[in-house]
């Protein structure tokens, strides 16, 4: 069983930041990628932000250089540093790993609260 926890949600003002972590109950290794999605009220959920297992990123175009995802390996934590915030971020932000075994298989947090007030 995989757990993941989110933390680092929050409040902010616009232009403000947050970094959000997501730690895994197992080395995150084995998942490949790595990533944040978010779901605003009324919207599907949709993805923000993913790592490869090797470092390479990928974002959708509305955060492209204000948001950045990294992985530690070491303390098996992703991290999504948000930058330049806008109202239209706010969102529940669930982090995610997929584990290829036989077939995809997707976890997810429970999720956090990010609220950008204009």
């Known amino acids: 069983q995989v757990q993941l926890v989110e933390s680092g949600g929050g409040l902010v003002q616009t232009g403000g930041s947050l970094r959000l972590s997501c730690v895994a109950s197992r080395s995150i290794l084995m998942f490949d990628p790595m990533g944040w999605y978010r779901q605003a009220p009324g919207k599907q959920r949709e993805l923000v932000a993913n790592?490869?297992?090797?470092?390479?990123?990928n974002y959708t175009d509305s955060v492209k250089g204000r948001f950045t995802i990294s992985r530690d390996n070491a303390k098996n934590t992703v991290y999504l540093q948000m930058n330049s915030l806008k109202p239209e971020d706010t969102a529940v932000y669930y982090c995610?790993?997929?584990?290829?075994?036989?077939?995809?298989?997707?976890?997810w947090g429970q999720g956090t609260q990010v609220t950008v007030s204009s």
């Open positions: 995610n790993a997929v584990w290829f075994v036989l077939r995809r298989n997707d976890y």
């Open positions: 790592i490869t297992r090797g470092g390479i990123p």
